[in-house]
Nanobody, 127 residues
Framework: VQLQASGGGLVQAGGSLRLTCAASGRTFSLSNMGWFRQAPGKEREFVAAITMTGRNRYYADSVKGRSTISREDAKNTVYLQLNSLKPEDTAIYYC?????????????????????WGQGTLVTVSS
């Protein structure tokens, strides 16, 4: 499986972006998906996750209420809608694919829960 993230760019504070992660291979619909981000000099941090069925979605407190994760299995794609963007949202955003047996919210927030990563897409929010 390979993941290709896109949709990043330069946006003013208060603006919106929709990030897209397209997966190749047959395992997408059988996998949990997550979005993480990494700012310069910082560790990769959890942003959002969606379980295999789409039934459960989890968000970091920093983006809760401003973001929506969704998936479209027919297109092997997961999305992250980011609204009311802030300068502190500036980072490279990565999508990850993980095993569906991981159901714990705490585990889904961890980098280790995902075995395949995309190359990342840069989001820059200007003030």
């Amino acid at each position: 499986v390979q993941l290709q993230a896109s949709g990043g760019g330069l946006v003013q504070a208060g603006g919106s972006l929709r990030l897209t992660c397209a997966a190749s291979g047959r395992t997408f619909s059988l996998s949990n998906m997550g979005w993480f981000r990494q700012a310069p000099g910082k560790e990769r941090e959890f942003v959002a996750a969606i379980t295999m069925t789409g039934r459960n979605r989890y968000y970091a407190d920093s983006v809760k209420g401003r973001s929506t994760i969704s998936r479209e299995d027919a297109k092997n794609t997961v999305y992250l809608q980011l609204n009311s963007l802030k300068p502190e949202d500036t980072a490279i955003y990565y999508c990850g694919l993980g095993e569906s047996y991981v159901q714990s919210q705490n585990l889904l927030r961890a980098v280790a829960a995902y075995r395949t990563w995309g190359q990342g897409t840069l989001v820059t929010v200007s003030s």
